[in-house]
């Protein structure tokens, strides 16, 4: 297909190769060759991270790195963060420069989770890490300066359905979350929408990298057998969600899934903001162009108004 990108986003889009999921172990090395590459770029100016391991009830440790103002001695609002990747790729700093500059813009705290991979750990370990670490955070708020009245969850890509899934699973409202950040979402393993139908060779992220991240997911389930809150989506109730926002890219195959989901909590009473990003595609924010500068300054003002100057959504 012939695709029209947004100013400054055309040559990325050439430039920049597809997932590549077929070889697992080749797109890990391309990641951490990426990552290597930009990590002087991060601006850690009145930002600090402190690695730690969380214990959960299950006995397992999850890694986590934990983002905060320098100088914070106060309670700050608090986001549990699940980088993207497909499922099967990246991990607590893969998103260091974005994070930084939200805590320091909103002077906040970020919780960014290592949480297990597929294909070697199917799901729910991952779901099951999420939930290790919110509960984590709820329990520890007083020690680690976390203000559980502004209490939210985060992600990007397929840490969105991670981040929606332990939502989901915490519909009970307990601990109370305030927000819920879902960018660019990975949300239904079904991949029946018109744009995943049609976008099979888009930037970054294709339908076959699609299909290979969902059945790393899902291991041996099937999209008739699911996992509880694996797939967002198929999940018949959403009520009760905190306040949410969703964005979705125009050239993106996860873009019609996006808005149907937003369209469904709708429906079920969740107060919903949702951005569709004319000519971006998938991981778009992470550039320069206009429309990714706008994208990220878009993210910090909704978390200003949705966690940071808000307190508890009631259930």
């Keep these: 297909m012939t695709y029209t990108y947004a100013p400054g986003l055309g040559e990325a889009a050439a430039a920049f190769p597809p997932a590549g999921l077929d070889d697992v172990s080749a797109a890990r090395a391309r990641v951490e060759a990426l990552a290597a590459g930009r990590a002087d770029s991060t601006d850690w100016t009145g930002v600090v991270v402190e690695d730690r391991r969380v214990e ?38 893969s998103n260091d420069p974005l994070l930084t500059m939200l805590v320091r813009e909103l002077q906040m705290a970020i919780v960014s989770v290592d949480y297990r991979l597929a294909p070697e750990h199917p799901c729910p370990a991952a779901l099951e890490d999420g939930r290790t670490v919110l509960r984590w955070c709820a329990a520890n708020a007083a020690s680690e300066r976390f203000d559980t009245g502004r209490l939210a969850l985060g992600g990007q890509s397929a840490g969105a359905a991670i981040a929606a899934g ?43 990298d699609a299909e290979l991240s969902w059945r790393y997911y899902l291991g041996d389930h099937t999209v008739d057998d699911l996992p509880p809150y694996a797939s967002p989506a198929t999940c018949e109730l959403v009520d009760h969600l905190p306040p949410t926002y969703i964005t979705a890219n125009e050239v993106d195959p996860l873009r019609d899934e996006a808005i149907d989901f937003a369209r469904r909590l709708l429906g079920q009473g969740v107060a919903v ?43």
Aim: with cysteine.
């Design 166 to 208: 332990v939502a989901l699973a915490n519909r009970s409202n307990d601990p109370p979350l305030s927000f819920l950040f879902l960018g660019e979402p990975v949300l239904d393993p079904r991949l029946a929408t018109p744009s995943m139908t049609a976008m099979d060779d888009t930037p970054v992220w294709r339908r076959r």
């Design 56 to 93: 959960g009830d299950g006995g397992t440790p999850v890694k986590v790195a934990i983002f905060r103002p320098t100088d914070s001695v106060e309670p700050v609002p608090t986001m549990v963060f699940f980088h993207g990747g497909g499922f099967v790729l990246g991990d607590e700093r």
């Design 273 to 315: 903001e949702f951005h569709l990003y004319r000519g971006a595609f998938h991981g778009s924010m992470s550039f320069e162009a206009p429309v990714s500068v706008r994208a990220r300054a878009d993210l910090i003002d909704e978390l200003r108004r949705g966690l940071v100057d808000a307190g508890i959504c009631g259930s």
